[in-house]
């Protein structure tokens, strides 16, 4: 039984991880700026991690090549970083946040087809809650089909799915050394988003990594630190608080998101991506309800 105190504490934590990664896009859109890529910058970040987490525990490396199934959780995660990251860079931050928190629709498939879960009218609920949701934000005005009309709306409906993903595989495999599984985390987003930057930079798609610049060089590992406390922050308060308290309190960062974006400027927060998000809220309030799931 947790104290007032500790409670407060594991809370903290998860507000910390929803708030770093709800205000990213801003510092993204400045490396951009910056001429550093949002995929090269997210390699460089977790380049930083990556390497603190080898030095502070470097049987981490091991542990993870003796265990094959974690590969795919460092896909997962690199992937997720990537398209949200880059999403959130370059399309409509309240979309691509909306969208990427569609991440319960797909967990739901997932965990149906890896984990054997039951589908229960409750879950068909949630489904068709969130698709509702999703519909409603991606309206066209003019008309026409309710599908994501810029390549930063797919990046957070990609994103989305690759985080189901990657919470299910972390389910799957908890039986694993949780320092490999950390490691994994991190080190995808080197690999997937380093990955795909250079063969969008052979193509010419993207700009090359710009000249050593302290600008964005202090940047990278000052936003490293701060995804490096987040996540530290999700692990102290997701061990210690119920899973449905934790998922409630991280739905916060669409409020951290949309909030940042509408009070400095870069987004205006419509009536239809108010309705839609609302949609899609409820239906990850009601996966977290307790005896609904």
Not at 19 to 25: D, E, N
């Amino acid at each position: 039984m947790l104290s007032p105190r500790q409670t407060l504490a594991a809370i903290s934590g998860l507000m910390l991880n929803a708030f770093v990664w709800g205000v990213s896009w801003w510092p993204f859109r400045q490396f951009n700026g910056l001429g550093l890529n949002p995929l090269w910058a997210t390699a460089a970040m977790y380049a930083v991690c990556t390497l603190l987490i080898v030095a502070a525990r470097p049987s981490a490396v091991a542990a993870l090549w003796r265990n094959p199934p974690l590969w795919g959780i460092l896909v997962a995660s690199g992937a997720t970083n990537a398209a949200f990251n880059w999403g959130v860079t370059e399309g409509d931050v309240v979309r691509v946040v909306l969208l990427f928190y569609l991440m319960p629709v797909w967990a739901t498939l997932l965990a149906r087809w890896l984990l054997d879960e039951r589908f229960t009218h409750w879950v068909g609920l949630r489904l068709i809650l969130a698709l509702a949701g999703a519909m409603v934000v991606l309206w066209p005005p003019g008309g026409g089909l309710p599908l994501p009309q810029h390549p930063a709306d797919w990046l957070g409906v990609i994103g989305g799915m690759f985080f189901a993903l990657n919470n299910v595989l972390l389910r799957k495999y908890a039986h694993t050394p949780a320092e490999a599984r950390g490691l994994a985390m991190f080190a995808g987003g080197v690999f997937v988003a380093g990955g795909v930057a250079a063969l969008l930079t052979v193509q010419g798609s993207i700009q090359p990594v710009p000249a050593p610049a302290p600008a964005w060089m202090i940047g990278v590992v000052l936003m490293a630190l701060a995804f490096l406390a987040a996540n530290l922050g999700l692990q102290y308060g997701a061990e210690r608080l119920p899973s449905a308290l934790t998922a409630v309190v991280m739905t916060v960062e669409i409020v951290f998101a949309s909030g940042s974006a509408v009070l400095l400027g870069a987004e205006h927060l419509s009536g239809q991506a108010l309705f839609g998000g609302s949609l899609i809220l409820l239906a990850i309030l009601l996966a977290a309800w307790p005896g609904r799931n």
